[in-house]
Structure formats: C-alpha cells, structure tokens
C-alpha cells in the first residue's frame, strides 16, 4: 500500500468514525469548534503588497487579507523588513488579520525552472515566519503551470524537498495552487514527504480545470491548508459554485478557517462587489459554527 492510500485511508476511516456517531446535521454543529473566517486578496481590491489593503478590507466588512509578495526582477517588495513592519503596524491599527502570503509572481518566474523562484520561496518562509503568518501560497500558473510537465513536477518536488524543513521549522505551511486534480497534487504531496506542504484549494479554479471539487476536497481532506472562495461567471451564489455543498464537504473533511475571496466578476464595482460575496459567505460560513 502507498503512504497516499495510507493517507487517504485514514480519512476515509475518520470519517466514518464520526459519521457512525452522529447525524449529518449535528455533525456540521459539533463536530470541529470554532468557525470560519472571511478574507479577501489583497490584489483583488487593488492593494497588492500595500498595507491599506488592511484598511480597505475592514471597511468591507472582512476578517483579513491575503498578501501578496508583489512583482520583482531579483527581489520582492515584501522582502523589505520595512514594509513588513508596515503591515505589522496597519494589522494592529485596523483589528486585522493577515490570512496568509503569497507568491503570484511564480505564475511568470516559474519555480520549476527559474533560480530566482528557487531563492524566493526560502526567503519567503523567513518573512512569513517574521510576520507570525503560517501559509504561503505558492501559484503555478502560466509559465509555472505542471500539467502535462513530469520534468517540471521533478524540479518541483526535489525543490520543495530541500526547503520543506526550513517551513517544517518555522511553522509555515507551503500550499501548492495549481490546475493539477486531487490525485497530483497527493502525489507531489507524497514525493516531497513533508507535513509543511499542503494543498491550497481554489474551488472555481478546479471546477473550471473540469474536477468534482466536492468530491476532491473530501479525498485531500487535511492535506488543504486553506481555501480560496471564487466564480468565474458570477457574484457568489448566482454563478457555478455550489458553496453550500463546499461547506458540507468542508464539514466532513473538519476543516474550519480561512475562506479567501479571490473574485473575477464586479458588476457592482470593487468594494461593492467584494461586500456582496462577503455577506453571502457569512451566511453559509459563519464565524462561530
């Protein structure tokens, strides 16, 4: 037996656990405590890499964004150990939280191939880790997309080999977001044989990659370290996600936390936009359960 159908095995087994204890509906009210947080990234409301993103969040109505790197030929804004006091100072100004970093900037200086992107991730953990933040998401997109890449997906897990213990150290989580399915991503996870690098589940990019994403997060289970809410066709609720079964599978799968708007569509411009898919998620995705 592979360690991933060991992995998958042992979900499935703590699943029926519960399940043969509980009904449904007591099981989504007691079985995990605590509830959900809202966020949104920083880039969607136009603030990448800028603390007023803080600012702006709170306005909306949020828990907290998600902070982007920024772009750079050789170094990254967030680099700076001013700007992260900066962001240390606006969290604590506005009653806010960072959700978690990010690496967009891989999607075009791709870690698989780039030394720059190799240099980066390292670096990253230690501002993370400066910023008490505990997830980056690293993006393969673009040029740094692995599908149909096994050359690139070795470059990858043989790369996050080598700085997983760093994250493992520090106490971040590397999530890899990516158009893989399920089934890759646990493969990588399997290869890289470290428990600081996760998944990070974006729901309208794997329904728009073609994926059962209600089925795919009850098979990665505790391998998603954190979520991105998106429709690529509408405000939340009129477009193609079903986020009342995402929250049944996020249900089953224990996981409460940060739900990260990352949202394409505006009809009713930036802010007013983003309040709209805030207050519906507060609906299903409330911050006690």
């Known amino acids: 037996m592979s360690r991933r159908q060991m992995m998958a095995g042992a979900a499935a087994a703590g699943l029926a656990l519960v399940s043969s204890c509980a009904s449904p509906a007591k099981r989504r009210v007691k079985a995990q405590p605590g509830g959900f947080k809202i966020g949104v990234c920083d880039w969607t409301i ?46 604590q100004e506005h009653g806010m939280e960072i959700a978690s970093l990010a690496l967009g900037v891989l999607n075009g200086i791709p870690y698989k191939s780039d030394p720059r992107a190799e ?52 106490g971040v989580t590397l999530g890899i977001e990516s158009w893989l399915s399920a089934e890759k991503n646990m493969d990588i996870i399997e290869r ?62 224990g996981y409460r936390g940060w739900f990260v708007m990352e949202g394409t ?3 009713l411009g930036v802010e007013e936009s983003c309040r709209y898919d805030a207050e519906y998620l507060r609906a299903i995705f409330p911050v006690e359960v």
């Open 46 to 91: 136009g603030k990448m890499s800028d603390p007023a993103s803080l600012e702006v969040a709170k306005r909306i109505g949020l828990d907290g964004v998600q902070v982007d790197f920024g772009r750079g030929k050789d170094d990254l804004p967030l680099f700076d150990p001013e700007l992260q006091k900066r962001f240390i100072d606006a969290r």
């Open 192 to 253: 890289v044989g470290s428990p600081a690098v996760k998944v990070y589940y974006d729901v309208a990019n794997s329904n728009k990659a073609g994926y059962d994403i209600y089925s795919e997060i009850r098979r990665l289970g505790k391998l998603i370290c954190e979520f991105h809410a998106k429709d690529y066709d509408d405000l939340y609720g009129k477009g193609s996600i079903d986020f009342q079964r995402v929250r049944d599978a996020m249900d089953d799968i």
């Open 119 to 170: 240099r980066w991730v390292p670096k990253a953990i230690d501002v993370a880790e400066a910023m008490g933040v505990n997830v980056i998401l690293l993006a393969f997109f673009g040029e740094g997309d692995l599908q149909n890449d096994s050359s690139g997906t070795d470059a990858v897990v043989q790369r996050l080999r080598q700085v997983a213990p760093r994250a493992e150290k520090a």
């Open 265 to 267: 569509k505006m009809p």
